[in-house]
């Protein structure tokens, strides 16, 4: 993955993850608003563990390469 991209995908998640973060302590608990939120709140949470975890790995990967 290209360094850019890593970077523009990683910065999207922590943005969608802090405007979903945001409204939370003043939604009722038992509004669709909530639900939506924490729905918002654990799929970004998952995109930038997916992110995370893809960059760690073409970085092992290119350095494995570097070093043969």
Not at 30 to 35: A, Q, R, V
Not at 52 to 62: C, N, P
């Amino acid at each position: 993955m290209n360094p850019n991209l890593g970077r523009l995908m990683f910065n999207f998640g922590v943005l969608v993850l802090l405007l979903a973060l945001i409204p939370l302590p003043f939604l009722d608990p038992k509004s669709p608003e909530f639900i939506v939120d924490l729905i918002g709140l654990i799929v970004s949470i998952l995109f930038l563990l997916a992110v995370y975890f893809d960059v760690r790995r073409q970085a092992s990967l290119e350095f494995k390469s570097k070093q043969r």
